[in-house]
Structures are given as C-alpha cells and as structure tokens.
C-alpha cells in the first residue's frame, strides 16, 4: 500500500498555502507524488457540497445536521478514490491530499455537543474507513491558528481574490466551535499538531513548512 499525507485546519489557517509550498518541495527533490484537493468542486461528486454551502439547504451550517452534511463530503472522496488515486495507492504510490476524511471531524463534529463528539468521530471513521473502505493517513498535519487570526486572514483572502465567504466562513461562532472541535479530535487521533502563531504573531510561511517537512521526511523514511 501507499502512503497517505493529509493537511488539515480550520478555514483561513493557511492549508492550501503550505500544501503548495510541500508539493512544489517535492518536485524539486524529485519525489514523485499524486496531489489531491477536496471537496473537488469541479467534478459531478460535489454537488451536494456545493449545494449545502452555497446555503441551499440552509443559511447556517447548523442546518444540516453533522451526519447529514458528512455524507455529502465523504461520496466526493469516495468518488475521487475509485475514479483516480486507488491504482496509484495500492501500487505503493505517495498521496498529498489538502483536506480528507479529517475535514467532517473538524466543521462537522464541531456540530455536536462536546459530550457527543467522541461518538460522531467513531461513526465518521467507521462509514468512511471501513464501510466505505476508503484508505486512513499516514500523517496527519493539523495546522492550528487562532480564530481572530483566522478571522483577519480570510477577509485578506476574499479582497485579495474578490472571492466571497461561504457559509462555514461567514459564521464566527462556528469558526470557534470548529476549532475546539479540531483540538478533540487532533488529541483523539493523535494527529501532528502545527502551531501557526507564537503568542500574539504569526510565525513565518517558511518556519511553518519546514516544521511540516520534518514530520512528511519522517513519514517517508518509514517502511
């Protein structure tokens, strides 16, 4: 089997800059890899996804309910697996996926109650594990920024970009609920926990990665 390397945090933590940063390392090592982004909005899987956060099923995530809304994203990655990246897996291939199954234990079980978290993320990793039989990572890399940081980073994203918030982003209360709720499950599944602030500043792009290449370097040593 592969290897499965899976970037995780809650909107506006920086994701998709240090997903490019890696992958654009790699190439330049010459370590070859398959990049995979989700949900994939592009492809026929997504409409759901696109639906419920363009607000068509409500104008709160809370709208759908944490089982409901996880389905959505997990037919999309079940897609992406038998249409794409499963030969390539099993042939021991590497996979960088921005986001995966880990994506529903944060926005989704942040849905719950504390008390009912545990139970969701037990459900969660058995539809899509095991009932889905979808592969688990080998690496977990939780990058963990402070709401308000977040906050300022995202509205910086849609000037820069002209881009408007979807509904998981327009909502302060959720964006704290979803990061208490990636702390659970960061500590439950024993995920790498990527600490993007020092106090009251932001640590630089090029520290955060090189934190992040040490634990992927160490991932690919092992047999």
């Not at 389905?71 to 021991?92: H, N």
């Not at 690496?139 to 970009?161: F, N, S």
Request: net charge negative.
């Amino acid at each position: 089997m592969g290897k499965l390397i899976v970037f995780e945090g809650t909107d506006g933590s920086g994701k998709s800059t240090q997903f490019r940063i890696l992958t654009e390392r790699l190439d330049r090592e010459g370590i070859d890899y398959t990049r995979l982004v989700f949900p994939q909005y592009s492809e026929p899987s997504s409409a759901l996804i696109r639906m419920y956060l363009g607000g068509e099923f409500g104008g709160k995530p809370s709208d759908v309910n944490a089982y409901a809304a996880s389905t959505f994203f997990a037919v999309d990655r079940y897609a992406s697996y038998k249409k794409i990246w499963k030969p390539i897996y099993d042939r021991g291939g590497l996979i960088i996926s921005d986001r995966y199954t880990t994506s529903n234990a944060v926005h989704q079980a942040s849905k719950e109650p504390p008390e009912a978290r545990a139970a969701f993320l037990d459900w969660l990793y058995d539809l899509e594990f095991n009932k889905m039989e979808l592969p688990k990572p080998d690496l977990v890399l939780y990058l963990d920024m402070p709401v308000e940081m977040t906050r300022q980073l995202m509205h910086e994203r849609e000037e820069a970009t002209g881009t408007h918030a979807d509904i998981h982003e327009q909502d302060i209360e959720y964006l704290q609920q979803c990061k208490e709720a990636a702390e659970f499950a960061a500590a439950h599944y024993g995920w790498i926990r990527i600490r993007c602030a020092q106090g009251n500043s932001l640590r630089t792009v090029r520290d955060i990665h090189e934190e992040i290449f040490s634990y992927v370097k160490k991932c690919l040593e092992e047999a």
